[in-house]
C-alpha cells in the first residue's frame, strides 16, 4: 500500500513537472504602447535629433515596419481596437475620451459615440487570461472609468490606468485636488515626491515581470509619454542643445521625454534578459496615432513627421503611420524590416496566434505573423478608417481607405476627395487624373461603412461660419477655407498655417462668413509669395461685386503681408461667401495666404 501510494504521489510530481514546464513553454508577451509617438521620431527611423538607443537595439534585434498603422488619429479608438481586434466605427468608439464638444463654427454634429470599451467585447487580457496567462496592465488606459477600468477588462494588475487621456501629474504625486479632495492615479498613491511617472511605469513592470517569471504572462505597457503637457526631467532636457523651431525635429522638453521612455523600454528589456526569459518573450513596440505637430498647449508642436504629411488628429500619414518594433526570438529575422501593411487591430489577431488563444468570432484584425516570418510576406491589402470628428489639431472629419499603394481620404464636410500614391507621398492629388480608381475606392469606402455600422455625422442647425467681430471686422483665417482643384490645400504646421500649394490656376478657395452688421468692407488679404515668383492676377469675389489683386513677391511664400485692395458692400445681414479665384498665373506659384481681413468702414 505505502509502495502504491508512493508511485502515485511520484506520478502526480511528473504530471505537475510537465504541466509546468509546459506553461514556461508558453510565449510571454510584452506591449508597450507609446502616447503621441511620430513615425520619424526613433533613431531606427531615421530621427538624428532624437536619442533612442534601446528602442533601435530593439529594431536590430527584432523586425521593423515601414508601414505600419494606428487604427484611428487620435488616442482611445485606437487602444479600442488594440484591446478588441476591431476597427473603432465598428465598435462607435471613434474618438478621444469623452471627445470634443460640438460648437458653432463646425458645420457637422458629431455621433453620440461609446464613453467606454464595451463590457460585452472579448477583450485581448480576457482571451489570453482564459489562455491560462497572468495579464498587468501599467499606465494609461483612458477607456472607460468606474466598471469599466483594466481590472473589469480582464486585467488582474493595474497601474495607472483610470479613465482619463492624460496625467494627474509626470511628476509626483501623481494626484489632483478637486472640491476639496485628493484623486490620485490607480497604484500610484505612496510614490516618492518628485518620482517621474515614466520611471515608476518601468519599475512597475520590472516588478510585474519578475513576480511571474514562472508563468505566461501579458504585459501591456502604455505609456502616457509623450503626450501633452510636456514635462520632463530637467537634467535631460539640459542635454539638447537650442530651442524649439518650428518646421524641424527641435524640441528639447519632448526629446527628453522621449529619451525617457527609451531608457523605460531599456530597463524592460534588462529585465527580460536578466530573468533568462527574454528567448520566449514576444515584444511589440507602437504608438496610439501620429506625432503631435501642431499647437496645442506651452512648448508645442512636440514634433514634425516629415516626409509624411501633417499629424495626430489628421487622416494623412503623419496622423496614422506610426513606428511598429516587434521582436519574436526565433521567429523574427534580426534586423530586417518589412514594408507591409499592418494596423493596430492586427496587433490583437497576431498576440492571440503566438500565445495559442481562441480568437473571437467577428474581428477585423489579421495575423502578421506570416511576415515576421518573412518580410517580403503580405499581411493585407487594404485598411479602413473612419473619423466623424472635428479634431483639436485641426483635421477635419473624413475617412480614408488604403488599398495597395493607393489610397483615398473622403472628407464628410462637403463630399472632397483626395486620392495619393502613398509610395510617393501626399503632395499630389491624383483624383482628377485617376477619377476611375477614386470612383471605385469612394465604392469600397461606402461598402465598409455600412457593413461595420459607421455612425455619420448630421448637419449642425447653428453653424455659424467666421462671425462678425465686436469691432466690426470679419477674419477669415485660413484654416477655414474650403478648397476647389487637386493642389491647393490648408497646410496646418505652425511654420506655414497657410492656404499653400497654389501651383494650379484653376484651383480655388471659398471662405464662408456671418454679417450681423452690414455695411462697406475693405478686403484685406495677407498674402505671401516667393523671391521672382509675384505678378499673378486674382480676383476676390463676394456675389456680384470682384475685386482683382496682383500678387507681390514678398520675398518668401511665409512672410505675408496685408494688402488692401478696394471694398465691398454688403446690405443686409446673412450668411456669405468669398471666393478667391486666379485670373492668370504668372510663375510657378500663384500665392500663399494666411488670412484674410473685412474691415468694416460704415
Known amino acids: 500500500m505505502v509502495r502504491r501510494l508512493g508511485s502515485w504521489f511520484f506520478f502526480l510530481l511528473l504530471i505537475a513537472a510537465s504541466a509546468g514546464a509546459q506553461a514556461a513553454e508558453k510565449l510571454n508577451v510584452v506591449l508597450i504602447l507609446a502616447d503621441d509617438l511620430g513615425w520619424a521620431d526613433l533613431g531606427c527611423y531615421g530621427s538624428k535629433y532624437h536619442r533612442t538607443p534601446n528602442l533601435d537595439r530593439l529594431a536590430t534585434e527584432g523586425m521593423k515596419f515601414n508601414e505600419g498603422y494606428s487604427a484611428c488619429p487620435v488616442c482611445s479608438p485606437t487602444r479600442a481596437a488594440l484591446m478588441t481586434g476591431k476597427y473603432p466605427a465598428r465598435l462607435n468608439l471613434t474618438d478621444w475620451l469623452p471627445g470634443r464638444g460640438d460648437r458653432p463654427d463646425q458645420k457637422l454634429l458629431r455621433p453620440k459615440i461609446n464613453q467606454q470599451l464595451p463590457l460585452d467585447e472579448v477583450r485581448l487580457a480576457e482571451a489570453l487570461k482564459s489562455a491560462g496567462y497572468v495579464t498587468g496592465h501599467i499606465g494609461k488606459w483612458h477607456l472607460g472609468g468606474t466598471g469599466f477600468g483594466p481590472r473589469d477588462q480582464g486585467f488582474d494588475f493595474n497601474i495607472g490606468g483610470d479613465h482619463t487621456g492624460t496625467p494627474l501629474s509626470y511628476f509626483a504625486p501623481y494626484l489632483v485636488k478637486r472640491d476639496g479632495k485628493e484623486i490620485v492615479m490607480p497604484g500610484l498613491e505612496n510614490a516618492p515626491k518628485g518620482e517621474y511617472l515614466t520611471d515608476r511605469y518601468a519599475l512597475e513592470a520590472e516588478k510585474f515581470i519578475e513576480a511571474n517569471q514562472t508563468k505566461p504572462f501579458f504585459l501591456y505597457l502604455p505609456h502616457n509619454a509623450v503626450h501633452t503637457p510636456m514635462r520632463a526631467k530637467e537634467e535631460l532636457v539640459a542635454q539638447y542643445e537650442g530651442k524649439l523651431t518650428f518646421g524641424k525635429q527641435s524640441n528639447p522638453i519632448y526629446a527628453a521625454m522621449l529619451q525617457s521612455l527609451d531608457e523605460a523600454v531599456g530597463r524592460v528589456l534588462a529585465k527580460l534578459e536578466a530573468l533568462t526569459i527574454a528567448d520566449r518573450t514576444l515584444v511589440i513596440f507602437t504608438s496610439d496615432n501620429g506625432g503631435l505637430a501642431t499647437l496645442e498647449g506651452p512648448n508645442t508642436p512636440a514634433t514634425i513627421n516629415s516626409p509624411q504629411r501633417e499629424g495626430k488628429g489628421w487622416l494623412y500619414e503623419g496622423g496614422i503611420r506610426v513606428p511598429l518594433i516587434v521582436k519574436w526570438p526565433g521567429v523574427t529575422k534580426p534586423g ?267
Open 336 to 602: 530586417s524590416s518589412t514594408d507591409s501593411m499592418v494596423a493596430s487591430h492586427d496587433i490583437f489577431a497576431t498576440i492571440i496566434e503566438a500565445c495559442g488563444a481562441k480568437a473571437p468570432h467577428g474581428i477585423d484584425g489579421q495575423s502578421f505573423s506570416n511576415v515576421l516570418k518573412d518580410s517580403q510576406a503580405t499581411a493585407r491589402n487594404e485598411l479602413f478608417w473612419h473619423y466623424p470628428h472635428y479634431a483639436n489639431q485641426g483635421g477635419k472629419p473624413g475617412g480614408a481607405i488604403r488599398e495597395g499603394n493607393f489610397k483615398l481620404i473622403e472628407f464628410y464636410e462637403n463630399g472632397r476627395r483626395e486620392l495619393f500614391d502613398v509610395k510617393q507621398g501626399e503632395n499630389t492629388n491624383l483624383a482628377e487624373s485617376k477619377k476611375d480608381v477614386v470612383e471605385r475606392l469612394a465604392a469600397k469606402l461606402e461598402a465598409w461603412r455600412k457593413e461595420v455600422g459607421a455612425q455619420m455625422m448630421t448637419p449642425n442647425p447653428n453653424y455659424i461660419p467666421n462671425p462678425q467681430g465686436k469691432d466690426g471686422n470679419i477674419t477669415l483665417p485660413a484654416s477655414t477655407a474650403e478648397v476647389f482643384g487637386v493642389m491647393l490645400r490648408y497646410e496646418p504646421l505652425p511654420h506655414k498655417n497657410t492656404l499653400g500649394y497654389w501651383v494650379n490656376p484653376s484651383d480655388w478657395a471659398k471662405f464662408e462668413f456671418a454679417v450681423t452688421e452690414p455695411g462697406t468692407f475693405i478686403v484685406e488679404p495677407h498674402q505671401g509669395c516667393g523671391t521672382g515668383q509675384g505678378g499673378s492676377v486674382v480676383a476676390f469675389s463676394v456675389g456680384e461685386q470682384s475685386l482683382d489683386m496682383t500678387v507681390e513677391d514678398t520675398g518668401h511664400f511665409q512672410n505675408f503681408k496685408p494688402r488692401e485692395i478696394g471694398t465691398i458692400k454688403i446690405e443686409k445681414p446673412g450668411r456669405y461667401e468669398l471666393h478667391v479665384k486666379p485670373k492668370t498665373k504668372a510663375k510657378a506659384a500663384i500665392m500663399d495666404i494666411r488670412q484674410i481681413i473685412l474691415k468694416k468702414q460704415s
